[in-house]
């Protein structure tokens, strides 16, 4: 049991996690850097820190900076939202050497699914079906050998990574070591790690996740799944659904044990997301495991009307899990639309700046996660998301509608955003077909406006 979380993230996440927290009954602390001292989540907690500028590897990066505020303040647990620290083994284990329970899983579980080499290999083991691949790519005839025997196109993929970053297509012999060369780069200065390996590549598939929960008990169910296929081409989900329409209730049930296969496989606790490719022809493939809250995780609380958060904290507070697979039953259709400050017509670049008019969308079947206001400033220094509009109908038409009249309610000025893309996106008709793959925006969007 414990009294006080600290939150170690900023914007809307921090503030979703504050909201849980009162309604436990738990105190809070909220951190920020001298660029957010004006951001939501600080006005809302019990108490804030500033905890250095900026740069985020000064403050929200700077575990000794976060665990001096947890201390200071007296917290006994630490929330690492998505992001930042949420997924740095050191840090979980640091919190437990200074006896502060960390809200998410164990060092070694983050270590081993962080690392997607060995995360494939634990998953093969498990029975967990995943892409022929290769091991580590470390010289060029390494990656040679490799693709002979893989075949193209094929993909390689950072082994310590994610969110898209240190990841090449290679569809030509001419192209791979200069894809070698660059996703190595690029992993190294993302994740300080520069090992590659390759993957098949799957020519349209769907990007299919599934939402788990597990206690320190060795009880584990799944919550359905989330179809996350509306991504940049840099892998930067836009929209996420569900259900899934392209699943049959064999294929769900299929994906789902599989997912509790692998979870348990890995020791998991807590909250976590087993990511899938889904072929044409039914097939899938275990991709990678997210080991914290996902920013999507708002749609699996509309259409199962848990809350993620809460159920996060009651774990990490060694409660057993109440919830049992026979009695999860998904109802209706939700939907979370990312508003981003970024310019869908300049290829989604960032747009910093001040918001001059806020208007928040609202009515049946609406939510809106946000942390910001009037008046906000918008800085440069952070991932661009401002809010995430949520919507829930009894179907996938009726989500789409209550979506886009959302949107029409939705406005902000004084940045651009994403919400023109949203209006487009809806309007698409293959979209409104459900004939949604994860080269969608490419194919029949130009990945722009």
């Known amino acids: 049991m414990f009294h006080k979380v ?9 503030v979703r996690v504050i909201r849980a927290c009162r309604e436990l009954g738990l105190a809070t602390v909220a951190v920020f850097s001298e660029a957010d001292r004006e951001c939501l989540h600080v006005k809302l907690a019990d108490e804030s820190v500033c905890i250095g500028p900026p740069a985020a590897r000064e403050s929200y990066l700077d575990i000794h900076r976060v665990l001096s505020a947890a201390v200071v303040t007296g917290a006994d647990a630490i929330h690492p939202g998505y992001g930042f620290l949420a997924e740095n083994s050191t840090f979980a284990e640091i919190c437990e050497q200074c006896k502060i329970k960390f809200v998410g899983p164990s060092k070694g579980v983050i270590d081993l699914m962080g690392h997607k080499a060995r995360a494939r290999e634990r998953m093969r083991q498990a029975g967990v079906p995943i892409i022929p691949g290769s091991g580590l790519i470390t010289t060029e005839p390494d990656a040679r050998k490799a693709a002979r025997s893989l075949g193209l196109p094929l993909i390689i993929k950072a082994a310590a990574g994610g969110g898209g970053k240190g990841m090449r297509i290679v569809r030509s012999d001419d192209d791979l070591a200069r894809a070698v060369s660059m996703a190595r780069a690029e992993a190294e200065a993302a994740f300080g790690n520069g090992d590659v390996y390759m993957e098949r590549y799957l020519e349209e598939p769907r990007h299919v996740e599934i939402q788990i929960l597990a206690d320190e008990h060795g009880n584990l169910v799944h919550l359905g799944e989330r179809d996350c296929s509306v991504q940049t081409a840099r892998h930067q989900k836009l929209l996420e659904e569900s259900p899934c329409i392209a699943l049959s209730p064999g294929l769900r049930n299929k994906l789902g ?22 072929g044409k022809n039914n097939d899938y493939y275990f991709m990678e495991m997210n080991t914290r809250i ?60 001040k918001i001059d008019r806020l208007m928040l969308p609202g009515g049946p079947g609406v939510r809106v996660d946000t942390h ?32 886009e ?14 919400v023109p893309f949203h209006r487009e996106l809806l309007k698409n008709e293959y979209f409104r077909k459900g004939e949604v793959f994860t080269n969608f925006l490419m194919l029949r969007m130009g990945d722009s406006m």
């Open 372 to 403: 910001i206001y009037a008046g906000y400033s918008v800085p440069p220094y952070y991932d661009s998301l401002l809010a995430k509009l949520l919507v829930h109908g009894r179907d996938r038409v009726e989500a789409i509608a209550r979506a």
């Open 294 to 353: 996902q920013v999507e995780h708002p749609v699996t609380e509309l259409v199962t009307g848990i809350d993620l958060v809460k159920e996060q904290l009651r774990i990490a507070m060694g409660e057993r899990l109440s919830l049992r697979q026979r009695d999860l039953t998904p109802n209706g259709h939700a939907m979370e639309l990312r508003i981003t400050a970024e310019d869908p017509k300049r290829k989604f670049a960032p747009s910093a700046g």
């Open 257 to 278: 044990d599989s997912a509790v296969r692998g979870a348990k496989a890995a020791g998991y606790t807590n909250a976590g997301t087993m990511e899938f490719l889904l």
């Open 6 to 14: 600290l939150i170690a993230n900023r914007g809307e996440i921090a």
């Open 405 to 418: 009249r959302a949107l029409d309610e939705f406005q902000i000025d004084g940045v651009k955003t994403t």
